[in-house]
């Protein structure tokens, strides 16, 4: 058992754990972009930094562990100041500009850049953005690269590497000019990418987001010459549960059918025996 103090709140903790990590027990607000938790500390972004009692540098909450006695401000006018600093020079690698507006964004409804802009109170940048030159990666059939939104958090390449075991994702070049990308800038169409879709959950700027496909599918239900099915994945009753306002795990057979089938497709179908099949084969595997 030892003592520390964030904040004026004194706390005390049965075991080493990181100053981030302590300031959500005391219900502290310290902002991040390139932290997300169950992934390795990364520490870039330094937007979590805080001041400790008699250091003279400011530290990473992230990556710093809490010890006996320490006295921590995450909200000092030095880290504040600090903080805005770097958030101006992340957001300039942003490009942000009228075709990367946020009425068009992937991410406009759920921007953590917004939000740690406003949490900092940055309202106005005084930098230009950087234009690296970055082509869109259309190459896959399910996910688009924006490279030009990259802010280099590196969260996608963690999220491939150590929770999928994948890792067709590398950064490329170095300091402004760096950048997210494949293998020799191939594609992600051209890679080992299983379109899992982790990726793009973990993007906070939405430079890795799905290929949408809605205006294809409206036109084709508008089209009374086809006959338009939709086959849906077991997971899916189970993940729209909360978007039709129930509780997380429900089952949401009934509303996801009858949704379809306002929208006029003409057959739902679903996928739930072949998804058996599927795991009676590979349970045979398993046990053999």
């Known amino acids: ?25 005391a219900k502290i607000n310290i902002p991040t972009l390139c932290y997300e938790e169950g992934l390795s500390i990364y520490g870039g972004c330094r937007l979590c930094v ?37 958030f101006e020079l992340i957001i300039a690698t942003h490009n942000i500009d009228c075709q990367l507006n946020c009425l068009t964004c992937s991410r406009a409804s759920n921007c953590e850049l917004k939000e740690i802009a406003e949490d900092i109170g940055v309202s106005k940048m005084r930098l230009d953005p ?6 869109i990666d259309n190459s896959s059939y ?18 491939c590497e150590e929770v999928q075991g994948i890792g067709i994702f590398t950064t490329a070049n170095r300091g402004p000019e760096t950048v997210v990308t494949t293998f020799k800038n191939r594609g992600m169409g051209n890679v080992e990418c299983t379109n899992c879709g982790q990726c793009i959950l973990s993007c906070p700027t939405g430079a890795l987001h799905e290929l949408y496909q809605k205006d294809i599918v409206l036109d084709l239900l508008n089209d009374e010459s086809k006959h338009v099915v939709v086959q849906t994945a077991p997971a899916v009753r189970v993940a729209i549960s909360e978007p039709f306002s129930n509780q997380a795990g429900d089952i949401s057979t009934g ?21 058996d099949l599927t795991i009676m084969e590979e349970g045979t595997e398993l046990i053999e």
């Open 1 to 25: 058992m030892f003592k520390a103090e964030i904040d004026g709140i004194e706390m005390e903790l049965e075991e080493k754990i990181s100053i981030l990590d302590a300031a959500k027990k």
């Open 50 to 86: 805080v001041e400790i009692e008699g250091e003279e540098l400011l530290k990473p909450a992230c990556a710093t562990e809490i010890e006996d006695g320490m006295k921590i401000k995450t909200h000092s006018k030095k880290v504040r100041e600090l903080r805005k600093n770097l």
């Open 130 to 135: 950087i234009k690296r030159g970055e082509s």
């Open 142 to 159: 399910a996910i688009i690269r924006e490279p030009e939104k990259c802010i280099s958090c590196n969260r996608c390449i963690r999220k």
């Open 255 to 275: 509303q996801l059918v009858t949704a379809l089938k306002r929208l006029d497709f003409d057959a739902v179908f679903d996928t739930n025996f072949a998804a």
